[in-house]
T-cell receptor, first 115, second 114 residues
Framework: DQQVKQNSPSLSVQEGRISILNCDYTNSMFDYFLWYKKYPAEGPTFLISISSIKDKNEDGRFTVFLNKSAKHLSLHIVPSQPGDSAVYFC??????????????FGTGTRLTIIP | EAQVTQNPRYLITVTGKKLTVTCSQNMNHEYMSWYRQDPGLGLRQIYYSMNVEVTDKGDVPEGYKVSRKEKRNFPLILESPSPNQTSLYFCASANAGVGDNEQFFGPGTRLTVL
């Protein structure tokens, strides 16, 4: 049972335009969400996070939006750059620490930025 | 440099031959975890550890063992590997404090079991 879903396996966006990556979750206990970026032959690296007390968090070109009622979050990248081409994983946890909780990852979306 | 290291990076082995994948972090993190990445399934947690001598099962622990004798090391042991354990494995570590959720990942170990 996939509790965190990324329904688009791949996405292609023109350089300079906005990239929007989507993530849906089913577990209402999730209250902390993260995005990770992964290049080939490397481990995932943390990109940005958001807790359920917020609906938006921004860090430079990256913004994450959270819609708790819809159990949906999205990552916006503006403007998109060729170096953004990577696989993006959405992850969720049921608390803000790692007591007995863990990160549940989505299946990933491969973003390709077209020059 | 703060990092998580894994060895080996690539391994081809045969069914039933015991193997260990090592993981080490130099950030004094309490929390360490192992994941496997498979096509269409994303990253799934195998085992995690909250601190020395404290380990617990993740979502897919069958066929794996771990130990946490030292804070910096968290080896993954496959006592009798099978072909369905062919996968890309990642070790990760993090602080265990409230609001500090970023996990740092190693570069990955690609395992093939024939």
């Amino acid at each position: 049972d996939q509790q965190v879903k990324q329904n688009s396996p791949s996405l292609s966006v023109q350089e300079g335009r906005i990239s929007i990556l989507n993530c849906d979750y089913t577990n209402s206990m999730f209250d902390y969400f993260l995005w990770y970026k992964k290049y080939p032959a490397e481990g995932p690296t943390f990109l940005i996070s958001i807790s359920s007390i917020k609906d938006k968090n921004e860090d430079g070109r990256f913004t994450v939006f959270l819609n708790k009622s819809a159990k949906h979050l999205s990552l916006h990248i503006v403007p998109s750059q060729p170096g953004d081409s990577a696989v993006y994983f959405c992850a969720a946890s049921a608390s803000g620490n790692f007591g007995n909780e863990k990160l549940t990852f989505g299946t990933g979306t491969r973003l390709t930025i077209i020059p | 440099e703060a990092q998580v290291t894994q060895n080996p990076r690539y391994l081809i082995t045969v069914t039933g031959k015991k193997l260990t994948v090592t993981c080490s972090q130099n950030m004094n993190h309490e929390y360490m975890s192992w994941y496997r990445q498979d096509p269409g399934l994303g990253l799934r947690q195998i085992y995690y550890s909250m601190n020395v001598e404290v380990t617990d099962k993740g979502d897919v622990p069958e066929g794996y063992k771990v130990s946490r004798k030292e804070k910096r090391n968290f080896p993954l042991i496959l006592e009798s590997p099978s072909p369905n354990q062919t996968s890309l494995y990642f070790c990760a570590s993090a602080n265990a404090g409230v609001g500090d959720n970023e996990q740092f990942f190693g570069p990955g170990t690609r395992l093939t079991v024939l």
